[in-house]
């Protein structure tokens, strides 16, 4: 069992940047792939990012590709999520998952067997 929070949300203007953190306790960090969801009002929950238990490898979803990061630090317990050249539409509730799944594509929610509680992300235009 893992438990994970994720901080460092907030609200900021159209072109600003944020960076949120997953901080995970409970079973070692290293042994789950990683991902970033978000639930914009009134729509389903969507893959944002996901990064390997290495860190080595990473795939985004188009809409976040060349603007967000993601990245994790295993000595830490801690995985990242730089945004950059935030739009209105990244409005959201941002979401950390971890999955114990050894071969997935880890951008589908039914593949996360654990999940943060989220934090709130707004960008005003």
């Known amino acids: 069992q893992v438990q994970l929070v994720e901080s460092g949300g907030g609200s900021v203007q159209a072109g600003g940047s944020l960076r949120l953190s997953c901080a995970a306790s409970?079973?070692?960090?290293?042994?789950?792939?990683m991902g970033w969801f978000r639930q914009a009002p009134g729509k389903e929950r969507e893959f944002v990012a996901t990064i390997s238990r290495s860190g080595g490898t990473t795939y985004y979803a188009d809409s976040v590709k060349g603007r967000f990061v993601i990245s994790r630090d295993n000595a830490k317990n801690t995985m990242y999520l730089q945004m950059n050249s935030l739009k209105p539409e990244d409005t959201a509730v941002y979401y950390c998952?971890?999955?114990?799944?050894?071969?997935?594509?880890?951008?589908?929610?039914?593949?996360?067997?654990?999940w943060g509680q989220g934090t709130q992300v707004t960008v005003s235009s």
């Open positions: 998952a971890a999955s114990s799944r050894l071969v997935a594509g880890f951008k589908r929610e039914w593949e996360y067997d654990h």
């Open positions: 409970g079973r070692t960090f290293s042994m789950y792939a």
